[in-house]
């Protein structure tokens, strides 16, 4: 994309066509995403740069599915153009829960992190940063077997020494939603093998702010596995 509209994303409906639908149908999917979604008429919306060759994943609303999608536009409000589409077919059959691996291109890589220490249940896997605000887990083992387990990550202390404030729950899969530690809504984990996860953080936590990753049971208040993050993350 030559990044030339003024008013442009990337933009995916439930109904009709990018050029007539009902905008109440609509979302505007950002790029890079950074925790929040946009509704059509919201201003705040970032605007679509350019981009050559390069490999881009679109977080859904929480209340959208990609088999409820109809199309997705590159798509200019400022004029009301729609700059190329795809009309998604009604027979898509998704794959399983297991994530491919993310390309990377240009100078972007990923940057290992470290591995998760196997402390219960099987718990490992190999922690890499995308970008400040995406975390990649390669190759993760969990045998499912916590009753209230997710994955938790804070900004001080250490995963069973902490300010219950400052953690957040990172869910996986993530649907546009991020948690506090309290809340009840969170989904619980499932088990995995030799998963690849991406893990998408709040609005309000950059990578360079974490100070600890943890496969983290709430009910039994146990860590089944964690990382420490290093300081110095380029």
Known sequence: YDGAGPDTFFLIGKEGTPENTNEDTTAILAHPFEGRHYEYRNQDAPILKSASNEDVTLILPENM?????????VYDRKFDVDFGNLMLPADIQLPG??????????????VKIGDISTLHHAVSGELFALDNKTLYLKNFNYDGAGPDTFFLIGKEGTPENTNEYTPAILAHPFKGMHYEYRNKDAPILRAASNEDVTLILPENIKVSDIKWLSVYDRKFDVDFGNLMFPENIQ
Request: no cysteine; glycine share 4%.
């Open 65 to 73: 599915k990609v088999s409820d999608i109809k199309w997705l536009s």
């Open 97 to 110: 829960t297991s994530e491919p691996e993310p390309k990377t291109t240009g100078t972007s890589k990923k």
